[in-house]
C-alpha cells in the first residue's frame, strides 16, 4: 500500500513537473510578421499581417515599437533592434530571446514606459525601469489590463497597445521633434493655441471610470 | 447619446472578420430610394489607406478624396485622418484605427450612417441639420446610437469597447480649417478695385456675400452700393450660413463650386487677355517706333553714300600716287645699291692690284692701285647715301599712302556705324513683335480655353464676358500683327543699307597704301646693303693705302 503510494506520488510529481517544464516554454512562431513587411512604407501591411497573428514575436514587437518612436525602423535585423532597444532602456540587458519566440509584456511595457516617458513611482525612481514595475505601472495607467510580465500579446491586442500608448503620449508636454513634427494627438496642429483639444483628450484613469467627459 | 450594449455574439456575427457588416436599413430594404451620401476626407496626417470593398485592393488616401458606403479605412502608427461623412456628422480616427462604413445614405428626411470601429479611435461629432439623423457605431461588442452630439469611441482587444468625450473643438478647428480652404475658391484672387480697396472684402463682395447675406441684398451692384453707403457696415456674416455650407452635401458645394469656378476662371481669363492685348498694344507701338528709326538710320546712312565715295576717290588718288612715289623710289634705292656693289667690287680689285704690285717691288703701280682703291670707296658712299635717300622717300610716300587709306576706312566706318544703328533699331523691333507676339498666342490659347469654359457652363450668362475676352483677343491679335509688319520693314531697310555699303564702298587707298608700304621696305634693304658694300670698299681702300705705306718704308722713299 505505502509502495503503491509512493508510485503514485511519483508519478503525480513527474505529471506535475513536466507540466510545470511545458508551462515555462514560450510560443514560438514560424515567422515574423517583419520579415515580410519590413520597410517603413509596408507599415500598414505589416500592422495588419501582425493583426492576425497569435502572438506578436520580439521581432515584430520592437519593429512596431521602433515605427511607433521614431517613424522608422533603423535596423536591418534582429540582432540590430535588440542592440538598439538595450541602448534605449527598451528591455533589459540580459535579454537573449529568439526573434519569432512570443514578446513578453515585461519587456514591452519598458519599451511603452521609455517612449512615452512614463516616470512610474517610488520604485521605479529608485530602481529604474524594469519589466516588471513598468508592467505594473501601464496597468495602473489602463495602458494595460491587469497581466503579468511574463505574459505575452496577441498581435491584435499589441495594435491596441499601441494605440493606447499614443493616446498615453499624447498627453505628455508637447515638444516639436528635429523634423517638425510634432508627437502630439492626431490633428493637433489644428487646435486652438491654447491646444484645448488636448485639454478634452480623456486619458486612462487610475479610477478605472470610463463616463465620457461632456466637452461643452 | 444613446448607448445601448448590444449582444456581442449577434454583432460579431454580423461582421466576420471584420468584414462588412449588414445594416439595418439594407435589412428593410428601405435603400431602394434611398440617395447615396459620400465621405469626404478633410485632413491627412502619416500614412493613411483605403478600399472601396473588402476584396478590393488597398489605395492610400489624399485630401478631399470621397468615399462611399462599404469603404474600409486603416491608419498607421502616427496617422489620422478627419472625414465629413454624408451631410451631418464628422469623423476624427486616431492613428491604428480601422474602420468600416457600411452604410451612408439619405432616405427622405432621414440621414443613416453606419460606422464600425474595428479598433483605435474613433471621434464623432453628429450635428443637427433639421433632419433626423440616425447614426449609429458599431463595434464587435455594442452599437452607439447617436442623435445629435459628440462622442469618441474606442474598441480594442486589451480593454474592450470604451466611450469617452470626443475632442470638439479639435474637430471644429479641422472642420474650419477645411471649409476656409474651400472657401478659397469663392474668394478668388483677392483683387480689389475702387470701392472695395480691400481685396479680401471685394472677393467677399463679389462671391459669397449675397450667399451669406440671404433677403438682405442681391446682386453685386446692389451689394457695392449698399456697402458702399454703410448700411451693411452693421451686418455680420452669419455663421449659421457657413455652418449650413459646410452641411451642406459635398456633391451640391461642387456644383456650386464649379459654378463659381467657371465664373472666376472667366474673370480670370478676361483679365489676362486685357493685360494681353494691352501689351501686344505697347509692343506693337515700340516696333513702330523702332522700325521708324531704323528706316531713318537706313535712309541717312544711304544719303551718305556719294560723299563718302567722293573721299574714297580723293583718298585712292592720293593713295595711288604715293604708291607710285614708292615704287619709284625703290627702283632708286635699288639701283644705287646695284652703283655701291659695283664700286666695292673695284675696290676689291684695287687692293688685288695693290698686294701684286708690291709683291713685284713695284711701289708706283702700287700707289696708282691704291689711290684707284679709294676712289672707288668714294664711289660706293656716294651711292649708298643716295640709296638712303630713295628710301626715305619711299617710306614718306608709303606714310602718305596710308593715311589716305585711314581716312577712306574712317570715311566707310561713318556708314557702317550708321547702318549698325539701323540694325540695333531692328533688331528692337523685332524683339517688341515677339512680345507682340507672344501676348496675342496667349491670349489666343485663353481665349479658346475661355470658349470651352462657356460652353461647359451654357445655361449661365457669360456671353459678354466671352465677347469681351474675344475682342481682347483680337485687339491682341491686330497689334501683333501690326507690329511684324513694322518689324520686317526695319529688317529690310537695315538689311538693304548694309547690303548697299558692302556692294558699292571699298578701301582701295588701303591696298596701295600696302604696295607702297612693301616697295618702302625693300628700297630701305638696298639702302643697308648699300651702306654695308660702302663700308667694305672704305676698308679695301684702307687697307691698300696701308700697304702701300708699310712697303715704302721699305724702300727707303721719304712720305
Known sequence: MRSEMRSAFIALLTVVSAMGTAGCQRQILPASAVDQFGTADDELDFLAEVHNMTAVTNNDALHGLFLFADGVDPATDYDERVALAKTRRWMPTGFDEPANESAPVGWLAMAGCEICDIKGGLTMHVLGPTPRYCTKELVFLQVLPLRTENQSLTGAEFNDYLNRLHRVRASVPLVATVEGTAQGPAGEEAATPMNEAAEEEMLPSPSGSTEPKIAR | MCVARADAQSTDAAQPDGGTPSTPAEGDGAVANAEALSAIVMQIEGRVRARTSPDAPWAPVKENDRLLAGAELQTGLRASVALRLGSNATALLDATTSIVIPSLERDGRVLTTRMVVRSGRVDVRVDRVGLDNDFSVLTPSATIAVSGTTLAILNGQLMGTEVTGARSNLLTAIESRWIQR???????????????????????????????????????????????????????????????????????????????????????????????????????????????????????????????????????????????????????ALLYGKEAAEAKGDALQALADTIIALDAKDFEAAQAFAAAASLAALFAADAALNASDSSKTAFSAAESAAQAAAIAQGAIDTYFNKVIEAENCANGAAAQASIASNAAASAQALNQLAQQLGAAAQGQNMGPLLAQIDSNTNQAIAASMAAAISRDQALAAASNARSMGEKTLFNFAAVFASHAAADAALAAVAANQAALDAMEAQAAADLANELVDFGCIGCGKDH
Open chain 2, 182 to 332: 474651400r472657401l478659397a475658391f469663392y474668394f478668388g484672387d483677392g483683387t480689389s478695385n475702387r470701392r472695395f480697396p480691400d481685396p479680401a472684402m471685394h472677393g467677399i463682395n463679389r462671391t459669397v456675400a449675397k450667399n451669406l447675406l440671404p433677403g438682405v441684398v442681391d446682386g453685386d451692384e446692389q451689394l457695392e452700393q449698399a456697402w458702399f453707403t454703410g448700411s451693411l457696415q452693421n451686418v455680420e456674416f452669419n455663421i449659421n450660413n457657413l455652418q449650413r455650407t459646410l452641411n451642406m452635401d459635398p456633391p451640391v458645394i461642387d456644383e456650386e463650386l464649379a459654378a463659381l469656378s467657371v465664373l472666376q476662371q472667366l474673370l480670370e481669363i478676361q483679365l489676362r487677355t486685357a493685360d494681353d492685348a494691352n501689351t501686344a498694344d505697347s509692343a506693337a507701338v515700340l516696333v513702330q517706333a523702332f522700325a521708324q528709326k531704323a528706316i531713318q538710320l537706313a535712309a541717312a546712312a544711304e544719303a551718305m553714300l556719294p560723299d563718302i565715295q567722293k573721299v574714297l576717290d580723293a583718298q585712292n588718288a592720293i593713295a595711288s600716287d604715293a604708291a607710285k612715289d614708292a615704287a619709284n623710289a625703290r627702283i632708286d
